[in-house]
């Protein structure tokens, strides 16, 4: 009974310490929606290059990498929703921390990037 008992905490202190708030990621579909509000606050943090190879929607270029990110930052309202993205999730989400860090209220970020969006596209056109 001891050793069952042992061994459901520790299962339960291992799931708490794996578990990830990931309430902050939206699937494509979810963007795709947004992308009827013209009003929303959509960032591409990926390079200019990239960004001008496509992009999604009236997204508007901040890049991540660049000297000045933060600095573009303040042209953004911290108190309405922003949607951010980069290629693949790895540099939005480290934007979106910097931005939380600066105040942001709601900083969302497409779950797999652009990559997923255009995979997403791809299928929606094949159906």
Excluded at 40 to 48: E, F, M, P, Y
Excluded at 94 to 100: E, G, P, S, V
Aim: glycine letters at 6%; a negative charge; hydrophobic letters at 35%.
């Amino acid at each position: 009974m001891k050793k069952t008992l042992l061994l459901m905490i520790c299962l339960f202190t291992l799931q708490l310490g794996w578990s990830d708030d990931v309430s902050y990621l939206r699937d494509p579909a979810t963007y795709d929606e947004l992308m009827k509000d013209h009003s929303i606050q959509l960032v591409d943090v990926r390079t200019a290059d990239e960004f001008n190879e496509g992009t999604i929607g009236k997204a508007q270029n901040i890049d991540y990498l660049s000297e000045d990110f933060t600095v573009k930052l303040k042209g953004l309202n911290k108190d309405e929703p922003v949607y951010i993205f980069c290629r693949s999730g790895n540099r939005s989400e480290k934007a979106r921390k910097i931005m939380l860090d600066l105040g942001f209220k709601e900083v969302y970020d497409l779950q797999g990037g652009y990559n997923a969006w255009q995979q997403w596209e791809t299928a929606k056109e094949q159906k």
